[in-house]
T-cell receptor, first 114, second 113 residues
Framework: DSGVTQTPKHLITATGQRVTLRCSPRSGDLSVYWYQQSLDQGLQFLIQYYNGEERAKGNILERFSAQQFPDLHSELNLSSLELGDSALYFC?????????????FGDGTRLSIL | GESVGLHLPTLSVQEGDNSIINCAYSNSASDYFIWYKQESGKGPQFIIDIRSNMDKRQGQRVTVLLNKTVKHLSLQIAATQPGDSAVYFCAEFMNTGFQKLVFGTGTRLLVSP
């Protein structure tokens, strides 16, 4: 158990809809990262938050947004969903603030767009 | 894991054998590397890491070797067990203005009893 909790485990929805994925980092970790894992793209970095503020952006679509709350949990919001958004979405956390720290992953949310 | 799936390189070994999984990384300026294990239905699990000022690091039954000259990482698993069956990813920290973790495509390890 990595200590990172993601909910829900599965989401099934339709094109055009909006969903929210939730992540609770390991106790004491200030940084939260979101990744997308699909069959043809592998694990792709989306966005990082550190202590409530956006720190870095990767290949995140404009239809996607995230935030980190004062209690350090994070939410990833996906809107105007398309079939191609079907994927596993992982959250990871690290202590943050320093270089070269391992990221620890949750077990992901599987999003299926019908 | 259910990552790259159909096109994933696969290493098949017998229980008790030693396994070696290789990875080529892309950026000569990367200075920190991690090996992750991903089992079906789970997230990537941290196995071992290594910094670029080292060329070898050992853990419990695992050893990571780093060859910066040819930008190559390997993960050695001693006395492989069926529970080691999973997809293994190497990841490098790229310094692109911020530190970005970039994953390799993964190798599927299949261990037969």
């Amino acid at each position: 158990d990595s200590g990172v909790t993601q909910t829900p485990k599965h989401l099934i929805t339709a094109t055009g809809q909006r969903v929210t994925l939730r992540c609770s980092p390991r106790s004491g970790d200030l940084s939260v990262y979101w990744y997308q894992q699909s069959l043809d793209q592998g694990l792709q970095f989306l966005i990082q938050y550190y202590n409530g503020e956006e720190r870095a952006k990767g290949n995140i679509l404009e239809r996607f947004s995230a935030q980190q709350f004062p209690d350090l949990h994070s939410e990833l919001n996906l809107s105007s969903l398309e079939l191609g958004d079907s994927a596993l979405y992982f959250c990871a956390s690290s202590v943050g603030g320093l270089r070269n720290q391992p990221q620890h992953f949750g077990d992901g949310t599987r999003l299926s767009i019908l | 894991g259910e990552s790259v799936g159909l096109h994933l390189p696969t290493l098949s070994v017998q229980e008790g054998d030693n396994s070696i999984i290789n990875c080529a990384y892309s950026n000569s300026a990367s200075d920190y590397f991690i090996w992750y294990k991903q089992e079906s239905g789970k997230g990537p699990q941290f196995i071992i890491d290594i910094r670029s000022n080292m060329d070898k690091r050992q853990g419990q039954r695992v050893t990571v070797l780093l060859n910066k000259t040819v930008k190559h990482l390997s993960l050695q698993i001693a006395a492989t067990q069926p529970g080691d069956s999973a997809v293994y990813f190497c990841a490098e920290f790229m310094n692109t203005g911020f530190q970005k973790l970039v994953f390799g495509t993964g190798t599927r390890l299949l261990v037969s009893p």
